[in-house]
């Protein structure tokens, strides 16, 4: 079994920072991507980010310049660093790992994480 667990949602206001953090625990052989995606109240669910084993990042275009990403491959560790938010940045954050289990493929999704931007 695997499991993501999400830590650092909270309530801040416009133009504040917060940080995200997700680590993966279990039977994992390796981990691929990493990445955060998140969810808005009657939206669908869409990537937020995401960095490949090497380090290669992906954004999407509404938090280019104030989001990044980095992971901690010895931990499977993935961190989101939120500056400069705004009330439509809230939503749940969701962490997502792709890649190996010791016998099958691996994909998981944490629990979830609240992020409230209030303005």
């Known amino acids: 079994q695997v499991q993501l667990v999400e830590s650092g949602g909270g309530l801040v206001q416009a133009g504040g920072s917060l940080g995200l953090s997700c680590v993966a625990s279990?039977?994992?052989?390796?981990?691929?991507?990493m990445g955060w995606y998140r969810q808005a109240p009657g939206k669908q669910r869409e990537l937020v980010a995401k960095?490949?084993?090497?380090?290669?990042?992906n954004y999407a275009d509404s938090v280019k310049g104030r989001f990044t990403i980095s992971r901690d491959n010895a931990k499977n560790t993935v961190y989101l660093q939120m500056n400069s938010l705004k009330p439509e940045d809230t939503a749940v954050y969701y962490c997502?790992?792709?890649?190996?289990?010791?016998?099958?493929?691996?994909?998981?999704w944490g629990q979830g994480t609240l992020v409230t931007v209030s303005s």
């Open positions: 960095i490949t084993r090497t380090g290669t990042t």
């Open positions: 279990g039977s994992i052989f390796m981990i691929n991507t």
């Open positions: 997502n790992a792709d890649g190996w289990l010791l016998s099958n493929p691996l994909h998981a």
